[in-house]
Structures are given as C-alpha cells and as structure tokens.
C-alpha cells in the first residue's frame, strides 16, 4: 500500500501570501492518479486538482498543483480569506485509494 | 445535476447493526463507481471501498475488509454502507463520493452521514 505524508502539517500564512503544501509517495505514483481535495470546516471535501496538476471545474487559477514520481506540489500563489482550509493529497495504486493526513493552512 | 444525498445522521449501540444510504442523480449511475469515505471526528479522510454499480465490482481497503459491507441498487440509484455489528470505533463522519469511469479521483462529493456508536 502506498502511504503519501503530507507537509507541513500546519501552515500558518497571512492572505494574500504563496502557499506551498507537499505531498511525497513511499514509492512512484503515476501523476494521473494524484489528486488534491480542500475541506472547509463542517463542509464535504471538493476536488481541487486531478493528474496531479489539472485544475476541477471551476477552481481558481491561483491553485496549481504539479510533481511526479514521488514528490506532488499544490500550490496556492495569492491566499484568500475562503483558502484557509485543510488540504489532502489522494492517490490510486494497485486497486487501492489512500489519502495523505492533510495539511492544515490557517490565517497568521 | 450531479447530486449525492446522503441518508440522515444515526445513533446506535454497540452491536447494533446498520445501513446508510447515498441517493445519486443527474448522471448514469451504472457508469461510475461510488466510494465511500471515512473521517473520524477530527482526524483524516479514509477511504474505506468501492463500488461499480453497472456490474457490482467491489473493491475494499485492507483496513475495512470484513468490517463493512458496500452495496448498490440499480433500480433507484443508490449505494448502500452497512455494517452487522457497530463498535463505538464506527463514530465517524462518513462521505459517499462518485469516480468518474477511467479516472481515479473522487468529483463529487456526499454531504456526509455522521454516526455516533454509544452505550
């Protein structure tokens, strides 16, 4: 089973500053199969990014997600007030889904 | 519309059994799979299994192999999440999500069904 570790677990930023979150495979992950989803407080997950760097219906352009292998990059490049949320990286592999622990991005 | 609507929140006992619901419209139920997605109070999403209604293929993570039971009627659109002996460890929040077919993400998302296992 492949484990993906996100980082940082906290991320503590001010609007309108770049966020970089990381997510690393324990062995190679096709990019198609990487995906990130934002939870908001009391809200379902949503689909941000999928193929590892190709954005949802309807998700902002400053989300942009990016990597191979092993090692996955999303990134928000201006923080807005809605942004701060916890962020999972997800993956398929051999019939089986996982998804990071998540990174929590909060307001400085 | 993609819609998923998920049945109300439970409380039961431990040992009880149980079955939730994920009622789907706005798109051909037989030609994407239905997952289901655990998220314990304050911790991470798990996906627990999945399901492809249009042939009943069925696929479990190890960690809720023999724990839970995924189903999926035809006739009306629904996948089922059931257990036959709740554990107060059941508490959770859970999400049904639809997988496009060919793709392995998860695009819409459940509202979510929170059960509560207490004595």
């Known amino acids: 089973e492949i484990v993906l570790t996100q980082s940082p677990g906290t991320l503590s930023l001010s609007p309108g500053e770049r966020a970089t979150l990381s997510c690393r495979a324990s062995?190679?992950?096709?990019?198609?199969?990487l995906a990130w989803y934002q939870q908001k407080p009391g809200q379902a997950p949503r689909l941000l990014i999928y193929?590892?760097?190709s954005r949802a219906t309807g998700i902002p352009d400053r989300f942009s997600g990016s990597g191979s292998g092993t090692d996955f990059t999303l990134t928000i490049s201006r923080l807005e007030p809605e942004d701060f949320a916890v962020y999972y990286c997800?993956?398929?592999?051999?019939?089986?889904?996982?998804f990071g622990q998540g990174t929590k991005v909060e307001i400085k | 519309e993609v819609q998923l609507v998920q049945s109300g929140a439970e409380v039961k006992k431990p040992g009880e059994s149980l079955k939730i619901s994920c009622k789907t419209s706005?798109?051909?139920?037989?030609?994407?799979?239905i997952g289901w997605v655990r998220q314990m109070p304050g911790k991470g999403l798990e996906w627990m299994g999945i399901?492809?209604?249009?042939?009943?293929?069925?696929r479990y993570s190890p960690s809720f192999q023999g724990q839970v039971t995924i189903s999926a009627d035809k006739s009306i659109n629904t996948a089922y999440l059931q257990w036959s002996s709740l554990k107060a460890s059941d508490t959770a929040m859970y999400y049904c999500?639809?997988?496009?077919?060919?793709?392995?993400?998860?695009?819409?998302w459940g509202q979510g069904t929170l059960v509560t296992v207490s004595s």
């Open positions: 062995q190679s992950v096709s990019s198609t199969y």
């Open positions: 193929g590892a760097s």
């Open positions: 399901i492809y209604p249009g042939d009943s293929d069925t």
């Open positions: 997800q993956q398929y592999g051999s019939s089986l889904w996982t």
């Open positions: 999500v639809r997988q496009p077919g060919g793709v392995r993400y998860f695009d819409y």
């Open positions: 706005g798109y051909t139920f037989t030609s994407n799979w």
